[in-house]
């Protein structure tokens, strides 16, 4: 069984910086694609950035040249460093992980969109203030 756990979350001033950190366990596919969504309060879930096999790792507009993912393939951990974070930033952030065997994921792709990734995990809240 798949399980996700996010943590590192908080609460920070305009400016700020936090790194999530997303501990996966039963899951083996060390190459495929692995991502941090977000949901702002009373929005939808939107993609941040996703991470895989020998792929450069992509983002959305909103988070680049502040965010950065990366992924320590040993020990199976995603991490999501936040610099020069935003009130827009406030959000749950979620660690989210493709099946390759899924029909349309196959091998992994490279993708923020929610409904290619097929684990997830509860979340972490991450507060940012003016």
């Known amino acids: 069984q798949v399980q996700l756990v996010e943590s590192g979350g908080g609460s920070v001033q305009t400016g700020g910086s936090l790194r999530l950190s997303c501990t996966a366990s039963?899951?083996?596919?060390?190459?495929?694609?692995m991502g941090w969504f977000r949901q702002p309060p009373g929005q939808g879930r939107e993609g941040v950035a996703a991470i895989g096999g020998t792929d450069a790792p992509v983002y959305d507009n909103s988070v680049k040249g502040r965010f950065t993912i990366s992924k320590d393939k040993a020990d199976n951990i995603l991490y999501l460093q936040m610099n020069d974070l935003k009130p827009d930033d406030t959000a749950v952030y979620f660690c989210?992980?493709?099946?390759?065997?899924?029909?349309?994921?196959?091998?992994?792709?490279?993708?923020?969109?929610?409904?290619?990734?097929?684990?997830w995990g509860q979340g972490t809240q991450v507060t940012v203030s003016s």
């Open positions: 989210a992980a493709q099946d390759p065997s899924t029909p349309g994921t196959v091998g992994g792709v490279r993708t923020l969109a929610t409904d290619a990734y097929s684990w």
């Open positions: 039963g899951y083996t596919y060390k190459n495929t694609y």
